[in-house]
């Protein structure tokens, strides 16, 4: 099963080509960049080569730190592509949380209102962040109330909250995983485990549908606290 599994798995080439598809996409300039960035870096090794008499060891330094280069410029624009492809996506804050290394877990859409906004939930060392996807004017309760809920469950541990969007205050698709990452570190990982431990008996509250309810419906209940 596993070999099977692997072979279905596209191959690093073909990774790079889908990459490199999505970036033309969101950016018609943006491979054109990649390969001036990479050759531009290999010409001015190859001068300083020539300047200093080490023609043939700079030649050899200059293609790895075009490489280098060209790579650490196509992962960026990478990056920027899939936000800017996200952009505007019910959901896209929580993928871009679930693409974050660390010790980080993510639970996406704990809350969803009529209007389809979303809270979700996030653990890892700085403590519980709560992160929303919508207008300010609308989240803001969410997240109190979220926020509220809870703290019922992990007390003493910090909880932040962020809203994630293009509003006063808000935090910018693009900027949120980094966002995160400059929170301060409040919980040390036994104490992580312990929170997400936890919070595995947080119910979640379910999105209401538009309109009136049908007679005779009733909303889900989630599990009872203990």
Known sequence: MAKSEDSEKPGRIKQLRMIAKIIKQANPKGMPIVFLSAVGTLAVVIVIGLVTDYFWY???????????????????LAQRAQYSLLHGQTGA?????????????????????????????????????????????????????????????????????????????????????RHLMKLPRNLKKPAVNEVKDRLRSLPRNMPLPKGPMPKGARMPRGPKLR
Request: charged residues 15%; neutral net charge.
């Open 58 to 76: 700079s030649l050899f330094i200059g293609v790895l730190a075009a490489l280098t280069v060209g790579l650490v410029v196509f992962g960026q």
């Open 93 to 177: 804050a929580a993928a871009v949380l679930e693409g974050m290394r660390g010790n980080w877990q993510v639970t996406p859409a704990i809350a969803v209102n009529r209007e389809q906004d979303l809270v979700h939930l996030v653990v890892g060392y700085p403590g519980v962040v709560l992160v929303s996807e919508g207008p300010g004017n609308r989240v803001a309760k969410m997240l109190a109330a979220e926020k509220k809920r809870v703290a019922r469950v992990v007390l003493g541990v910090e909880i932040y909250d962020i809203q994630c969007g293009d509003g006063e205050g808000q935090v910018p698709l693009g900027k949120l995983q």
